[in-house]
């Protein structure tokens, strides 16, 4: 069996614990199924899954059978399955968005959206050259700035950590996405993961 | 006398308690001193100071008389000046960019740099267009998201708050700028006054 994830860049793999990635801008060569092997996808890019169709027109979307137990009206079907990952805990997917979703017992209690660490950059830079500074991971979030640099670096790390800790309180935190070790530092009970909606696809397997 | 506070878009005057203003890219028009009136001035915009001296070479720049106890680098003569207004209190102004500063026993201990509202809020757009929305300053800081605007809301508001409450403490919070009012709503000991600067300016006149 081989699940993919079809995302805004990639194609995301995974079969019997091993993840790959090409990219989803043209048809995928990686792929390569056993005879008789089963695909399962979910999708947020539609021309990439005609491009996975065409190929192999049995694969089956598994956003089909997702059912999430939530309130939240537009919740993307990648966080929606990550969310099928876990019972309780706050999932924090940190790429061009830092998107945010907390768990309890298996529902979703709601979730929010910050900008990604990059763009919070490029704002600075585009308000004043005088504020286009480096992000430093390793700012001190108790120490206050005495610079410019350590005051945009605190500015947008201890905003985003602060909420971060008031949302989670004593739940785990598990961070996903291109920025997730670069968030996770600040967290001592932590749980970097990139196979967590992998993870919510085999779980919304299981529960068929 | 008469205070006049050159910034990149305004000359900001006061004189007897009165505040005005006028655009700073075209030479001073409401400025009209009695005959020998004082006139003190910081600026930090070069071309409107020199519109300003050539009509009145006897303006005095108070930037020079300025001593704040800092270990800061780099602190915009603005904040600087702001921060003389008060002895104890955390010093939010909100505009372009919303920058914090500590004050106590009239010692800056220091300060950070955020976004200004108007700039999270054109992030999420560049982000994708399914993140343009408003902001909306009723979000409730308490209850999680259900919706894309409400996530987006959550996220800005609370990530400033959260850290703007961890700074202050039990510290009064003085609000200035343009987006000071949206921000004090969120505070219940806070004060909204956009006079801080001249506040700053004349105990600085006072200390010499």
């Known amino acids: 069996m081989i699940l993919c994830d079809i995302g805004n860049s990639f194609y995301h793999y995974y079969r019997e614990g091993r993840i790959w990635k090409e990219p989803s801008n043209a048809a995928p060569k ?62 924090v997917d940190a790429g061009s968005a830092i998107t945010v979703d907390i768990l309890q017992n298996g529902m979703h209690l709601g979730g929010y959206i910050l900008p990604g660490l990059q763009r919070y950059r490029n704002i600075y830079a585009e308000i004043s050259p005088k504020l286009d500074k480096a992000i430093h991971y390793d700012v001190s979030t108790t120490m206050l700035p005495q610079n410019t640099a350590d005051a945009i670096s605190y500015g947008i790390i201890t905003s985003i950590v602060c909420l ?45």
């Open 164 to 208: 971060l800790e008031r949302t989670a309180k004593n739940k785990r935190i598990f961070f996903t996405g291109g920025d997730g070790p670069s968030l996770a530092r600040y967290f001592s009970h932590s749980i970097v993961d990139n196979s967590l909606v992998f993870k919510g696809m085999l779980n919304i397997l299981k529960e068929r």
């Open 30 to 91: 990686t792929l390569k199924p056993d005879k008789g092997e089963e695909i399962y996808y979910i999708s947020v890019k539609e021309p990439a899954t005609k491009r996975l169709l065409e190929l192999f027109p049995e694969a089956k979307n598994l956003g089909d059978l997702l059912y999430l137990d939530t309130e939240y009206r537009g919740l993307g079907i990648d966080r929606a399955v990550a969310c099928k990952a876990l019972q309780d805990g706050v999932i």
